[in-house]
């Protein structure tokens, strides 16, 4: 169940940093309102999955996921340049997580 809080923390994180996108092409409250509660959602999540998750593995998981999620959806919905470096960059941070997940079973 921690390893869905985790998840679903992860969702919310990403939710949240869009809509700081959203913010500065806008300029409007709604979107830093929508910052606000689904970042506060994520870390509520977080704190759930760390009662039986390693604080470290969780966070680099958290922090690895949110990140590729941010860079892929970045290019697809923003059009933002998707680079052989980032690529590579991508692949190492899901080989390093998926690591870290191992190293925890």
Same mark, same amino acid.
């Given at each position: 169940?921690?390893?869905?809080?985790?998840?679903?923390?992860?969702?919310?994180?990403?939710?949240?940093?869009?809509?700081?996108?959203?913010?500065?092409?806008?300029?409007?409250?709604?979107?830093?309102?929508? @910052?606000?509660?689904?970042?506060?959602? +994520?870390? +509520?999540?977080?704190? =759930?999955?760390?009662?039986?998750?390693?604080?470290?593995?969780?966070?680099?998981?958290?922090?690895?996921?949110?990140? @590729?999620?941010?860079?892929?959806?970045?290019?697809?919905?923003?059009?933002?340049?998707?680079?052989?470096?980032?690529?590579?960059?991508? =692949?190492?941070? @899901?080989?390093?997580? @998926?690591? =870290?997940?191992?190293?925890?079973?």
């Amino acid at each position: 169940m921690h390893w869905w809080y985790l998840f679903a923390g992860i969702i919310f994180e990403v939710m949240g940093t869009l809509c700081i996108k959203q913010t500065s092409i806008t300029n409007s409250y709604y979107w830093a309102g929508a @910052v606000l509660i689904f970042y506060i959602i +994520s870390f +509520s999540l977080v704190g =759930l999955a760390v009662k039986k998750i390693d604080i470290g593995t969780a966070y680099a998981i958290w922090a690895g996921f949110g990140t @590729v999620a941010i860079t892929l959806l970045g290019w697809l919905i923003f059009k933002e340049l998707m680079s052989t470096q980032k690529f590579i960059a991508i =692949l190492l941070i @899901v080989m390093g997580t @998926v690591m =870290l997940k191992l190293g925890h079973a």
